[in-house]
């Protein structure tokens, strides 16, 4: 079955950096854009950033433009979201996505932005 897991959250300072990734299983993976979205407490789910199958072509929501890069290895399954300059407003959980007639989801991992 389908099966997405993140890892990577964490505390980071104001300014700093991390790599969020996303393992998928139980699909053909390069077939698929695959996207990431984050959910802020007391807010809805918003997309971030998302990734053609083939790795091409990219699309970013305008608060993380220039500061997030999504990129995917076809060879191991993997999405992944670089986050650079973080900010507190982008404390949140992170989740990757596999849209479709049937979306599927990861578990999240959380992000917090704090000095």
């Known amino acids: 079955q389908v099966r997405l897991v993140e890892s990577g959250g964490g505390l980071v300072q104001p300014g700093g950096s991390l790599r969020l990734s996303c393992a998928a299983s139980g699909f053909t993976f390069s077939s698929w854009t695959m996207s990431w979205y984050r959910q802020a407490p007391g807010q809805e789910r918003e997309l971030v950033a998302s990734i053609a199958g083939a790795g091409g072509s990219t699309g970013y929501a305008d608060s993380v433009k220039g500061r997030f890069t999504i990129s995917r290895d076809n060879a191991k399954n993997t999405i992944y979201l670089q986050m650079k300059d973080l900010r507190p407003e982008d404390t949140a959980v992170y989740y990757c996505?596999?849209?479709?007639?049937?979306?599927?989801w990861g578990q999240g991992t959380q992000v917090i932005v704090s000095s």
């Open positions: 996505k596999r849209p479709g007639l049937t979306a599927y």
